[in-house]
């Protein structure tokens, strides 16, 4: 029989929760590394580090993500986050000055990040595997990287 | 804000391409991509490989209308073609993902389309589509009772040559021109054609389909820029106007000085003034000016205007856009002509 005692112990009882829903309510990154951008079949350039932060346009519905904490044996669960995000490319300095080219390149550009990140054995952080897209309007647009 | 990173919907988009290969420098990457090509051929391509572009932002005043400017990334020597279709279709859609609400079409985005109708299927209910070309008709006439009144004519006294008479802006061009009382010369690539579309003008028109026809006339309109219907000085009469519409334009800047030396003035029509108007974009116009099918897509944008104008516009219609631009404070812009005061020229055979 259903009671009022019944309905408060289902209250306190603690379900485990092994996934988490999120949001990205900000962000700041900055890459290790330079990424290399093909202009012809036989030249390319250096993107430089690429320097990202919350995209303030965006639709914040859009950025939210999920952590798995499920116990696996080679980490400490799974995380997948979506987020809109504005990026430059700072590396282009030197190819806009040295070519006089127009400063239009350092422009950001806008972009939505899907990561699979697997979370470090001690959940104090994660290892991020993911593809950008570049969304339409610029020059960058149709372009996907990773 | 760079116009391509805002979320804002805008009111309207203005569709156009590049006119010629050296609009493909503004597109900002242009120079980049120039050093990175070998030669001029790879660098087009790689220039119209490029994706629709959101290149400028137009705002009028303190109005909360504000308009995008989207470049489909096509010359016009490829635009008539199913791959330069394909770029405005590409261009269309993405104004209409960007929440656009009127999307207007410059240049050949409209004949690429077939004035604009094949877009209706590619894009959603919530998009009204105008070639711009009835306010552009209205413009075109204005522009002709303008230079007869530098000419000191009147229009029963005055012919005008209509070239490009059976396109989507020279159908309700010629009407609006036969009903303010001119003497017609219509030009079309067949004169069979004009005489079928324009059957009605008769009685006030003469058709042609030779461009050498224009012989005569004291006013020479230009609507196309088809290479079938290229204007050079030796066809036109010294004296004469030519007022160039098209875009591309028929008379390209650079070729101005030939007719000149003949004593005939080239001006470009079709130009409007928009109070407080500000675009981001460079557009190589005359101070304070925007094309006329511009103006017609913030008006629409302005009057909340639903119907769909595609395809030839009716006279009617040009004129109710005439009494909306007036309303709006929208008006053409003089054209660009010196002539000393009180001295009509006089016009002579072309060749003399």
């Known amino acids: 029989m259903l009671s009022m005692e019944a309905i408060a112990g289902r209250r306190k009882s603690q379900e485990p929760v092994e996934r988490v829903m999120f949001s990205?309510?900000?962000?700041?990154?900055?890459?290790?590394e330079s990424v290399r951008m093909p202009l012809s079949k036989k030249q390319s350039i250096d993107s430089g580090?690429?320097?990202?932060?919350?995209?303030?346009?965006?639709?914040?519905?859009?950025?939210?993500?999920?952590?798995?904490?499920?116990?696996?044996?080679?980490?400490?669960?799974?995380?997948?986050?979506?987020?809109?995000?504005?990026?430059?490319?700072?590396?282009?300095?030197?190819?806009?000055?040295?070519?006089?080219?127009?400063?239009?390149?350092?422009?950001?550009?806008?972009?939505?990040?899907?990561?699979?990140?697997?979370?470090?054995?001690?959940?104090?952080?994660?290892?991020?595997?993911?593809?950008?897209?570049?969304?339409?309007?610029?020059?960058?647009?149709?372009?996907?990287?990773? | 804000?760079?116009?391509?990173?805002?979320?804002?919907?805008?009111?309207?988009?203005?569709?156009?391409?590049?006119?010629?290969?050296?609009?493909?420098?503004?597109?900002?990457?242009?120079?980049?991509?120039?050093?990175?090509?070998?030669?001029?051929?790879?660098?087009?391509?790689?220039?119209?490989?490029?994706?629709p572009l959101v290149v400028g932002e137009v705002a009028v005043g303190s109005n909360a209308v504000r308009g995008e400017l989207v470049v489909a990334m096509c010359l016009p020597r490829d635009i008539m073609s199913r791959a330069g279709q394909r770029a405005v279709i590409a261009a269309a859609q993405m104004s209409a993902q960007r929440g656009t609400r009127v999307l207007g079409l410059g240049a050949l985005a409209s004949p690429a389309t077939g004035g604009g109708a094949l877009l209706?299927?590619?894009?959603?209910?919530?998009?009204?589509?105008?070639?711009?070309?009835?306010?552009?008709?209205?413009?075109?006439?204005?522009?002709?009772?303008?230079?007869?009144?530098?000419?000191?004519h009147t229009p029963p006294t005055c012919r005008v040559a209509v070239v490009g008479c059976t396109g989507s802006v020279g159908v309700a061009t010629s009407k609006l021109l036969a009903d303010a009382g001119f003497d017609l010369l219509l030009v079309g690539r067949s004169a069979s054609r004009a005489r079928t579309l324009l059957g009605s003008l008769a009685d006030r028109a003469t058709f042609a389909g030779d461009l050498a026809a224009v012989r005569g006339a004291e006013i020479v309109l230009l609507l196309t820029s088809d290479p079938s219907a290229k204007l050079v000085p030796e066809m036109v009469s010294a004296g004469?106007?030519?007022?160039?519409?098209?875009?591309?334009?028929?008379?390209?800047?650079?070729?101005?000085?030939?007719?000149?030396?003949?004593?005939?003035?080239?001006?470009?029509?079709?130009?409007?003034?928009?109070?407080?108007?500000?675009?981001?974009?460079?557009?190589?116009?005359?101070?304070?000016?925007?094309?006329?099918c511009m103006a017609e897509t913030y008006l629409f944008a302005r009057e909340g205007i639903r119907e769909h104008s595609v395809g030839r516009p009716g006279a009617e219609f040009a004129l109710h856009l005439?009494?909306?631009?007036?309303?709006?404070?929208?008006?053409?812009?003089?054209?660009?002509?010196?002539?000393?005061?009180?001295?009509?020229?006089?016009?002579?055979?072309a060749g003399s």
């Open chain 2, 120 to 152: 209706l299927d590619e894009l959603p209910p919530s998009v009204t589509v105008t070639n711009g070309n009835a306010y552009t008709a209205a413009v075109a006439k204005h522009n002709v009772v303008e230079a007869c009144a530098i000419l000191q």
């Open chain 1, 49 to 146: 580090q690429i320097c990202v932060t919350i995209d303030p346009e965006a639709s914040g519905d859009g950025n939210i993500g999920v952590i798995d904490y499920t116990e696996r044996a080679d980490c400490g669960g799974k995380l997948k986050v979506r987020y809109a995000v504005q990026a430059v490319f700072p590396g282009l300095y030197d190819l806009v000055r040295s070519g006089s080219h127009d400063p239009t390149l350092f422009y950001p550009v806008r972009i939505v990040a899907t990561d699979e990140c697997t979370l470090t054995a001690d959940r104090s952080g994660w290892h991020a595997l993911g593809c950008l897209d570049f969304l339409p309007g610029s020059v960058w647009a149709g372009a996907t990287g990773g």
């Open chain 2, 240 to 292: 004469a106007i030519v007022i160039d519409v098209a875009q591309p334009l028929n008379i390209a800047p650079e070729h101005r000085g030939a007719f000149r030396r003949r004593g005939i003035d080239v001006v470009q029509g079709g130009i409007v003034e928009i109070p407080g108007y500000r675009c981001s974009y460079e557009m190589n116009m005359p101070a304070r000016g925007a094309f006329a």
């Open chain 1, 24 to 32: 990205v309510k900000a962000l700041y990154g900055l890459s290790r």
């Open chain 2, 1 to 51: 804000m760079l116009p391509y990173l805002t979320a804002r919907a805008p009111w309207f988009t203005f569709l156009v391409h590049p006119r010629d290969p050296s609009d493909l420098m503004l597109a900002g990457v242009g120079s980049v991509l120039r050093e990175y090509s070998e030669g001029e051929e790879d660098f087009q391509r790689k220039s119209c490989s490029l994706p």
């Open chain 2, 322 to 349: 005439e009494r909306l631009a007036r309303k709006h404070g929208v008006a053409p812009m003089a054209l660009d002509i010196t002539r000393p005061q009180g001295l009509a020229p006089q016009l002579v055979a």
